[in-house]
């Protein structure tokens, strides 16, 4: 029933280094635009990073880039998420999303959710 299932999360020290997984189940979703984002407590959910099917477009919010990588692998269509230089404020439960239009980037174009894996950065 879920198709997206994110691990990798846990507790990690301020400047240190986690790498999230997203591994879909019952079907690949090697022609979507996959994403992840992220919900810290009593805040709405934001957009982290998102990718091109075709890996030939890539975004990172302002305060992940250049902190943060996004990738595909090929086994299985998993997807990572490589957080480097982590900050307290990176803590929040992390999603993995898929999104099966071919240009809209929109958050209400995601319409396949994971069920999140925690991410707390200890100062």
């Known amino acids: ?68 990588i996004m990738s595909r692998g090929s086994a299985k269509n998993t997807v990572y998420l490589t957080m480097n230089s982590l900050k307290p404020e990176d803590t929040a439960v992390y999603y993995c999303a898929a999104n099966p239009t071919r240009n809209d980037y929109s958050i209400k174009a995601f319409n396949s959710w994971g069920r999140g894996t925690q991410v707390t950065v200890s100062s």
């Open 1 to 68: 029933q879920v198709q997206l299932v994110e691990s990798g999360g846990g507790l990690v020290q301020e400047g240190g280094s986690l790498r999230l997984s997203c591994a879909p189940s019952g079907r690949t979703f090697n022609d979507y635009i996959m994403g992840w984002f992220r919900q810290a407590p009593g805040k709405e959910r934001e957009l982290v990073a998102v990718v091109t099917s075709s890996g030939t477009y890539s975004y990172y919010s302002d305060s992940v880039r250049g902190r943060f």
